[in-house]
């Protein structure tokens, strides 16, 4: 049983690596697809999108059962260690703060509004953290455990034998292509399904009218005046009061001018909602 299980952990593994490498292959078809065609909007491939992704996950798995099995140099590489997960754990760490820092993930009291599957979503604020964490942990896995294994064995036979492959991996699977793949196939997979249905606040600047007029955080904003409002670059505001249609009611707001932006404002941040085509 003990065995199995170790059998079981080598294909999740495989599973892990595999499918990064497909990830990164899709998201340069779809980039590829785009600025040639440029088409109107994404297309729609989700039936194929699927299949290769359970391909990649049955291919990914094998491939770690097998490794496992013959003990070569990718089990080496990939197997579960410390100092694997210790620098997995770091990057992690790393990206979840820049992710805070930029704003992708912002705090109001102690909550936190991060996007989930192309949705707009309030969580606690450490178990928003958990959930960042722990996916860029898997995500940078492979990234970390190619590091660590050419560190430690940069003077083995065993390295210099398999050193083109360990550095074409090192290329694909590092942490830059993992954020640009997964960003891309995220474009994809929620562009092809949801379209922009409004533009939820999520928090409000130092002046702002907005909140003055008793609009609150999480609600979302439809309609401005006679203007409907998908995404943050419909607004269109002047000096004028308006009439603001949110999912909660209607509130009157008078915009003021920011001599920042030069433009005349609500006073909030916001992010595009996503709702289902």
């Not at 065995?3 to 499918?19: D, E, M, Q, S, Y």
């Not at 998201?27 to 088409?39: E, R, T």
């Not at 065993?158 to 830059?176: D, E, F, G, S």
Request: net charge positive; charged share 15%.
């Amino acid at each position: 049983m003990k065995n199995f299980f170790k059998n079981l952990l080598a294909g999740i593994l495989g599973i892990l690596v595999v499918t990064r490498l497909f990830y990164l292959f899709f998201a340069g078809i779809m980039m590829a697809y785009m600025g040639i065609a440029k088409p109107a909007g994404v297309p729609s491939l989700w039936i194929g999108y699927s299949i290769a992704a359970v391909f990649s996950m049955i291919a990914g798995f094998a491939i770690g059962w097998f490794s496992f099995k013959k003990k070569n140099t990718l089990y080496e590489i990939f197997k579960i260690s410390k100092q694997n997960c210790l620098l997995s754990l770091m990057l992690a760490a790393a990206l979840t703060l820049l992710l805070v820092i930029l704003g992708d993930i912002s705090f109001v009291g102690g909550n936190a509004a991060m996007t989930l599957n192309g949705n707009l979503v309030s969580l606690n604020a450490v178990t928003a953290i958990l959930i960042s964490g722990v996916s860029y942990f898997i995500m940078f896995y492979p990234f970390s455990s190619l590091c660590n294994y050419a560190w430690k064995n940069r003077k083995t036979k065993q390295y210099k034998k398999a050193k083109a492959w360990i550095i074409l991996l090192a290329i694909l699977v590092n942490p830059l292509f993992a954020v640009v793949s997964q960003t891309f196939s995220g474009l994809y997979l929620v562009s092809s399904q949801n379209a922009p249905c409004g533009v939820v606040i999520t928090g409000f600047n130092d002046i702002s009218p907005a909140r003055d007029a008793g609009i609150s955080v999480n609600e979302t904003i439809l309609r401005v005046g006679q203007t409907d409002i998908k995404t943050s670059r419909d607004f269109n505001l002047s000096n004028q009061k308006v009439t603001v249609l949110t999912d909660k009611g209607h509130y009157s707001v008078i915009p003021y001018f920011s001599e920042e932006t030069k433009k005349f404002m609500l006073g909030i941040t916001a992010t595009t909602k996503m709702c289902k085509r």
